[in-house]
């Protein structure tokens, strides 16, 4: 719901990174968002190709890759991957006493510049 | 040529957010944000649990709306301080905007500020304010299968309020049902069964938000 303001973030750090390397165009941008997020890939998309124009990423690629969840056990010490709807019990042990490793990252990692 | 940033996208916010979370704990003030969709008895809740904690708990309120200050009307005329933001389309709260709240009031003279987020069951849950705890409420009317539409909020959150009970009839809700899903989502928050309107199980609740303010209070005095 908030992808335009996500968007935004995007941009903005992209621009500035790619300003303090001396270039003058993005080609593309490289970002990481966590399944567990509540940022759907296709609004982003569009609101990436929204915000972009008349600015130096105007034809920036924006590519998205969604990370997995996994979370750990405390009690077993049991590490597994899991969707939206299943980190909260360990498949091992049935503890519910479970540590979230990954799926809630919404980062840059990386811009492809001129 | 490739450069990598490895920045959070939402870094800006998180940074703020971590500022406003020391600012709190300088002064020993317990901040809950509350999350609930439009009408699920946000507003009503916080007034019945100013009712049971006013004794006791120095309370203020932030009001979250995307226009209007009725809702912070509403706790002012219960006699309670409240600074209403009006996020102008946006829909959460950012941690920015509880900073500028913050700002008008006395934190000394606090032990409790409740944040009324924008009614969403979405966006919130990503974005952290600087709060000691998220609490969700879902209404009875909104039906048992909402954990599975919106796993997320139910897992950030540290207790869940279940609203409305006195409608349960009405709606055939299925308290079991629910009480299993939100459980597969969430192993460990506490469940609250309340009706705010009329006060049934309010003090359960009130109880274990008393709780977590005095572990607080006795964490920032260590
Ligand atoms: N029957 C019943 N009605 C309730 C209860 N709690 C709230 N309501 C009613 O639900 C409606 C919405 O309540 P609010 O407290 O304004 O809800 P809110 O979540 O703050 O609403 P917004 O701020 O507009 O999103 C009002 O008409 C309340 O009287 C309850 O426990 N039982
Ligand atoms: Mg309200
Ligand atoms: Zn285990
Ligand atoms: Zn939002």
Same mark, same amino acid.
């Given at each position: ?23 003058? &165009? ?14 759907? %890939? ?62 809630? %990252?919404? &980062? ?7 | ?30 901040? /809950? ?29 932030? =009001? ?29 709260? =950012? ?11 006395? /934190? ?29 409420? /879902? ?18 959150? =540290? ?25 597969? /989502? ?20 009130? =109880? ?15």
């Amino acid at each position: 719901m908030h992808e335009m303001g996500i968007a935004e973030g995007i941009l903005s750090s992209a621009i500035t990174a790619a300003e303090d390397a001396g270039a003058t &165009k993005i080609n593309e941008v490289d970002i990481t968002v966590g399944v567990l997020t509540e940022v759907m %890939e296709d609004a982003l998309h569009f609101a990436w190709e929204a915000i972009r124009t008349g600015t130096m990423a105007e034809a920036a690629v924006l590519n998205v890759t969604m990370l997995d969840a996994r979370s750990q056990c405390a009690d077993c010490g049991h590490e597994w991957g899991h969707d939206r709807y299943s980190g909260a019990q360990c498949p091992s042990c049935s503890g519910y006493l479970v540590r979230l490793l990954t799926g809630r %990252e919404l &980062k840059i990692d990386s811009i492809d510049i001129d | 040529m490739k450069v990598d940033i490895e920045q959070r996208i939402l870094a800006a916010n998180d940074e703020l957010a971590s500022a406003n979370r020391s600012r709190f704990a300088d002064h020993g003030v317990f901040v /809950l944000d509350l999350m609930a969709s439009p009408g699920a008895g946000k507003t009503s809740t916080i007034l019945a649990t100013i009712d049971a904690l006013r004794d006791r708990y120095a309370i203020a309120v932030i =009001e979250g709306d995307i226009a209007s200050k009725v809702d912070a009307e509403k706790v002012r005329a219960h006699g309670i301080p409240a600074v209403q933001i009006n996020t102008g389309g946006a829909c959460h709260l =950012e941690s920015a905007m509880i900073r500028r709240a913050v700002d008008t009031l006395d /934190l000394d003279a606090l032990d409790l500020i409740i944040i009324e987020n924008v009614g969403n069951l979405v966006c919130p849950s990503d974005f952290d304010l600087g709060e000691s705890a998220k609490v969700m409420i /879902l209404s009875v009317p909104e039906g048992h299968d909402k954990p599975q539409k919106y796993p997320n909020i139910f897992q950030v959150s =540290e207790a869940v309020i279940l609203n409305k009970c006195d409608t349960m009839p009405v709606f055939d809700f299925d308290e079991a049902e629910f009480t299993s899903v939100v459980r597969s /989502l969430n192993g460990v928050a506490p469940i609250f069964p309340i009706s705010a309107t009329k006060g049934d199980g309010v003090a359960e609740w009130a =109880e274990w938000l008393a709780g977590r303010i005095e572990a607080a209070k006795a964490e920032a005095a260590s």
